[in-house]
């Protein structure tokens, strides 16, 4: 397994998963029934309902209620439904597994696992999730997985754990728990480390994950920026993550839902160009453009490596419900 652990892959899924548009990842706290329903106008790609840190032990039973009936209700139309639940570490991660799937399961995209430290997670989770999709009738396999890799540990771990199930859909940085388990020397999440005055203290975490994401073809998904206030100061570390190629960033409050959306959707010229180079590839290459390899698209030469950086670059603008304003006209013969 390309050098991971050898663990077992779970789960009777065999055709490739969706990759979904994830620019914004809103955070809900389960125990507030008014923020649940407010995020249903946000235009925020995935919306997840937290049951773990942002809810008082006292207030997990409770949550886990609010959740239910919050899927069941709807109104989330064209969000990424994801709940996240307390890591296996936890006496309520199974309770909040069998409560929210059993009952609100057919309205559920994602269960997002914080905490992930060695692939058996993932499998442990995948597999109590067929048993109740096989109890409750639903499809088996439906129901994605999103990792959360919070340590040390779990990053020493990220490629077997990307490669843990076909569940998986996206692996996701979680800045405080991990800058509190390597003892880094800063309390403000998101920015460099005082002392840090050469590079970025983050870039070797987010490569790993990121190499590891597209390895096994899932997602990359940044974690959360805690000065909720300072719209620009998120989009400049939300835009090093998009440098990288990044698919989306945590959001914590509506103010940075624009800004996400933004920073991790192409420029329009940009994803212009990529339709462009697109269409003028698959021209050339037919029998009716002369079946080329290489050619000119103006003043840019153009060839299969070429193609398979404007389909990044096309599949992000699709995804974010571009539209094209340029159209590729072939030459006259």
């Known amino acids: 397994m390309n050098g991971c652990m050898d663990v077992p892959t779970v789960g009777s899924m065999t055709e490739p998963r969706t990759l979904r548009s994830r620019r914004s990842c809103l955070a809900v706290p389960g125990s507030s029934p008014k923020m649940l329903e407010k995020a249903k106008g ?54 909040d597994v069998v409560e929210v799937v059993e009952n609100a399961g057919q309205n559920l995209d994602c269960i997002m696992l914080p905490k992930v430290q060695t692939p058996e997670q993932v499998v442990a989770l995948d597999l109590l999730l067929t048993q109740i999709e096989k109890t409750m009738g639903f499809e088996v396999g439906r129901i994605g997985i999103e990792a959360q ?9 990220v490629n077997a754990i990307a490669a843990a199930s076909p569940r998986v859909e996206t692996i996701i940085f979680g800045p405080a728990d991990f800058m509190a388990s390597i003892n880094m020397k800063s309390l403000v999440v998101g920015e460099q480390p005082q002392g840090y005055d050469v590079g970025d203290a983050y870039h070797h975490i987010l490569m790993s994950i990121l190499m590891a994401a597209r390895a096994y073809d899932k997602q990359a998904i940044d974690g959360p920026y805690l000065q909720i206030k300072d719209v620009d100061g998120y989009k400049r570390v939300a835009g090093r993550a998009a440098a ?27 994803y212009d160009h990529a339709e462009l180079i697109l269409d003028a590839y698959d021209y050339y290459t037919s029998a009716e453009g002369g079946a080329r390899g290489a050619v000119m698209l103006g003043d840019e030469m153009i060839d299969e490596a070429s193609r398979k950086m404007a389909l990044v670059i096309s599949a992000k603008g699709r995804a974010a419900g571009m539209q094209r304003t340029q159209t590729f006209t072939p030459p006259e013969a």
Do not use: C
């Open 42 to 95: 946000l235009p925020a790609d995935q919306l997840f309902m937290d049951i773990e840190d942002a809810v008082a032990p006292l207030a997990k039973p409770e949550a886990r209620k609010n959740i239910v009936a919050a899927l069941n209700e709807g109104g989330y139309d064209g969000k990424v439904r994801v709940v996240r639940v307390n890591d296996w570490t936890t006496h309520w991660t199974y309770r």
């Open 149 to 157: 890799i919070e340590n040390a540990l779990g990053l020493t771990n």
């Open 244 to 270: 990288l190629g990044f698919d989306g960033k945590w959001v914590l409050h509506p103010g940075q839902v624009d800004a996400a959306n933004e920073v991790f959707s192409p420029r329009q010229e940009d």
